[in-house]
């Protein structure tokens, strides 16, 4: 018992020795906190110390307490490495814009914060540089949540390297002028040709315009480049036409011969080559130069992968990966069948081989969205001439791709325009370097062709094929280009192929511009669209787009022409085209209102089956086979995160899922 009274003794003793507890009811005993406030502190983050200021605040505007907090976020990560994952493309811009949040200007113990108007330009043009490499604008860049105006104070982030640009000037020696761009001829990956595309958009944006068409199946962007003095806008008798390359994944050349393309007609443009300005001038010319990225990656990474292996086999059997797409669908024959249709109407009363319709049935079938994104292209635009261009032979091949053998067995099987397209491909032919030399056939096509050229159906017959379904359902006329048998060349083969090939590439653009062209209007001046366009001995009609104008392609002749529409007399017209004419001849037509005529009914309205031109996909079909398909794609394959997102998840930071796209 005394033992514990010592203890308890002991224990009040220390108790009473311990200084006095904090008591706001006793005074004296609480000293009241005083809050420091933030002070101006130096810039320390080392990927910020080129600004234009040395003095920052912590809180920053994201809400970072220290130095240590922001150097820890995604967002000082992302700035350290965007100059690699850009390519270097907006280096500095996009690090200087980061720098000015994260370490924002401080100024007699206050923050300022960073010009909106500075945001909007970088994002105006940096914004496709990011969309290039699938990863979404950054949070912290919103020019509308972290910039301010210029009425409420703010500051330029740029200042800085805007002082470095004019100081360079000032000490540099003026150089002589230089092409606007400079090709290089090297392999463009996915991410590469979006930027590069963009970038001439640009360099040449009072010419030059991207849009897109559409997705492949891994929602890759089927990117388009158009040129025109009015880039944008349909002008009235100007004729557009498409070049298409990358079809097949496997089969490259064409798909960099038409990116150098693109470079070459915005440089020699501002450089005042006059035979491209005119071009151009009176053109519209639309560039797509690849139709299957998926397909290209796979066919990218089938070579690199056998380009280790020592089995002869599976690099032989390497040459077809890629070619199909992402579906494993051959996009060149995925199109309707509508020759099979003509084949099968020959005999029929009112045979036609225009603007023959979509048959019901086909959208029941596997329609990869390449092909439905190129199908309503085609549909959009009244495109007067293309080319789609291949790998494996040497040669430019034309409609129809399929025989009329009864059998299909390969044989010549002729359009209507039979005269035309075979001009249309000795105008590439003869332009290319080598490929109407005789010697210079190298694939299956060799003892068949004629100096370069050949009917489709009688070299290789198939169902499905693209260039058939322009000439059938369209007023389009499309070749096909073979561009060497190596499908795949080397990287220092590619200048090679572009000198070889650029002529031809010029040289069957203007050819859009042979034949003639003109207007058809009523009486009171109205334009009369959807009239038929057609001409004596030639078994197929072209149709007036939205404005009355239409465009024939014509081999030099005397021709009889007529213009008729439903509800108004035919009209008819003799028209001389001496060779080497230069550019289409005009000839328009007044239409006078009368009875329709009997043969002008619709006659596709005979088989149910067919329905109209205007009718595309009626049922939906095409949805809801790509949702199926979607879902099934993505039960398959992936939860599969943008090949740049390793840079993220192995440091420690959270996972930055606001760069993701589609999150």
Not at 49 to 57: H, N, S
Not at 522 to 545: C, P
Request: proline share 6%.
């Amino acid at each position: 018992m005394s033992v514990m009274l010592l203890i308890l003794l002991q224990l009040s003793v220390l108790v009473s020795c311990a200084p006095p507890q904090c008591d706001p009811g006793f005074r004296g005993l609480c000293k009241p906190k005083v809050e420091e406030k933030p002070k101006c502190t130096d810039v320390l983050l080392s990927y910020c110390d080129d600004m234009a200021y040395t003095k920052t605040m912590f809180p920053n505007i994201l809400g970072h307490k220290n130095r240590e907090d922001a150097e820890a976020g995604a967002e000082y990560l992302l700035m350290s490495v965007v100059e690699s994952l850009l390519g270097g493309e907006c280096n500095p811009e996009i690090r200087m814009l980061g720098c000015s949040v994260l370490a924002p200007r401080c100024e007699k113990e206050k923050v300022l914060k960073p010009c909106r108007t500075t945001c909007e330009t970088v994002q105006k043009r940096c914004s496709h540089s990011f969309e290039a490499i699938e990863m979404a604008w950054p949070y912290f860049l919103d020019c509308d949540r972290f910039f301010v105006s210029d009425q409420e104070g703010c500051y330029d982030p740029l200042e800085g390297l805007r002082e470095q640009v004019v100081e360079a000037v000032d000490s540099m020696e003026i150089p002589p002028e230089e092409p606007a761009i400079t090709i290089q001829f090297t392999y463009h990956s996915n991410t590469q040709m979006i930027s590069t595309l963009k970038k001439t958009e640009e360099e040449c944006s009072h010419i030059a315009k991207t849009y897109s068409i559409g997705r492949s199946i891994e929602g890759r962007e089927l990117l388009v480049i158009e040129f025109s003095d009015n880039p944008g806008q349909h002008e009235l008798l100007e004729p557009e036409i498409k070049y298409i390359g990358n079809m097949h994944g496997n089969e490259i050349l064409g798909r960099q011969l038409l990116i150098y393309l693109a470079q070459y007609l915005c440089s020699e443009y501002l450089l005042g080559n006059e035979r491209i300005q005119t071009l151009i001038n009176t053109t519209r010319i639309h560039i797509l130069p690849s139709m299957n990225p998926d397909g290209y990656e796979m066919a990218v990474s089938g070579l690199q992968d056998n380009n280790y292996s020592d089995d002869e086999q599976a690099r032989s059997g390497s040459s077809h990966i890629g070619r199909n797409n992402a579906q494993n669908i051959d996009l060149n024959r995925n199109f309707p069948d509508l020759t099979s249709i003509v084949y099968s109407r020959r005999k029929q009363k009112g045979y036609r081989t225009d603007r023959v319709p979509i048959p019901d049935y086909y959208w029941f079938g596997k329609v990869a969205p390449e092909t439905y994104g190129v199908m309503k292209w085609i549909r959009s635009i009244p495109f007067v001439l293309s080319a789609n261009f291949h790998g494996g032979d040497l040669l430019v091949s034309y409609p129809y791709d399929l025989s009329k053998h009864p059998q299909e067995r390969n044989m010549f099987s002729p359009t209507p325009d039979d005269k035309v397209f075979k001009l249309l491909a000795r105008t590439y032919a003869n332009a290319h370097e080598t490929m109407s030399n005789e010697n210079a056939q190298c694939g299956s096509s060799r003892g068949i062709s004629h100096k370069g050229t050949i009917n489709g159906a009688q070299w290789s017959s198939l169902a499905g094929g693209m260039q058939d379904f322009n000439y059938l359902h369209t007023n389009c006329f499309e070749v096909t280009v073979e561009l060497g048998c190596d499908k795949f060349p080397s990287e220092e083969e590619l200048f090679l192929g572009w000198h070889e090939n650029q002529e031809a590439l010029i040289t069957f653009m203007e050819a859009a511009h042979l034949g003639i062209k003109g207007v058809v209007k009523d009486k009171e001046g109205n334009a009369v669209k959807g009239a038929r366009i057609s001409v004596r001995r030639i078994q197929h009609d072209v149709t007036t787009a939205e404005n009355g104008e239409y465009w024939r392609l014509l081999t030099p002749g005397i021709y009889v022409v007529s213009a008729s529409a439903p509800g108004y007399a035919r009209a008819m017209k003799k028209v001389h085209l001496p060779p080497r004419m230069q550019t289409a001849g005009r000839v328009d037509f007044v239409l006078q209102r009368a009875a329709p005529e009997p043969d002008l009914q619709e006659e596709d309205n005979t088989i149910p089956s067919m329905g109209t031109y205007d009718r595309f996909d009626p049922y939906n079909q095409y949805e809801r086979y790509t949702l199926v398909a979607s879902l099934s794609h993505n039960r398959e394959q992936r939860v599969e995160k943008p090949w740049w997102w390793n840079y993220f998840i192995q440091t420690g930071v959270p996972a930055p899922t606001w760069l993701l796209k589609h999150n």
